[in-house]
Structures are given as structure tokens and as C-alpha cells.
């Protein structure tokens, strides 16, 4: 089991974007691929809003996330939203370790 949280992280100005290339150049991002338990902290930018910015990250369990939710990365994090004025909707996902149901492989070019 894995889980994933999608965070979309909206503001103004291109304030999404300037957040997203500093957690990148300050090493953040970095730091949070390297954290125990993590396997994925990418950010991709909707091509309908330029205001929004989408994180899709994913961790092994959830004592990986509170792990990473009680190190010093998560205060970085929260500076710098704040100092961008980022607002932010997410959402959960746990994994179905069976993969997709026999009917949707039909639809799934490998």
C-alpha cells in the first residue's frame, strides 16, 4: 500500500510557479525525494490555469507522511507558502496494490 496526496497549490501573480522553483533551488525538493519512505514529489502546472501549481506526492505509508509532516522540511515548506500567499486544496489516495481491473486494461497502452 502506498499513499499518494495530490496538494494544488493556487495563487496569484505566478506566486504558484516562483514557490515551486524556490523549494527546487533551495534544495528542498531534494530533501524531501531523499526522506525515508518517499516515492514520488513532482510538480506539474495545469495547462488551463497558469495560477496553479500541482504537487503529486506519494509515500510509502502514513508513518512515512508523519514523519515527514514532523521534520524541519515541513516548516520550509509552510514559510514559504505563506510568504507566496499559496492557497491549497487536496486530496488523498490509497493505492489499489492489485493494479487495474481486468476490464480497464483494454484502454492502457503499455
Not at 495547462?47 to 504537487?55: C, F, N, Q, R, S
Amino acid at each position: 500500500m502506498s499513499v499518494t496526496v495530490n496538494i494544488y497549490y493556487t495563487g496569484a501573480d505566478g506566486k504558484a510557479r516562483s514557490f515551486a522553483e524556490e523549494m527546487v533551488t533551495s534544495g528542498t525538493v531534494d530533501a524531501i525525494r531523499a526522506a525515508e519512505g518517499n516515492l514520488r514529489y513532482e510538480y506539474f502546472f495545469p495547462m488551463d490555469d497558469g495560477e496553479t501549481l500541482l504537487l503529486i506526492d506519494t509515500w510509502t505509508d502514513q508513518a512515512a507522511i508523519d514523519r515527514h509532516h514532523a521534520s524541519p522540511m515541513m516548516a520550509k515548506i509552510a514559510q514559504l507558502r505563506d510568504a507566496y500567499d499559496l492557497h491549497m486544496k487536496v486530496e488523498r489516495y490509497i493505492s489499489d496494490e492489485g493494479g487495474a481491473p481486468a476490464g480497464d486494461e483494454r484502454f492502457i497502452r503499455r
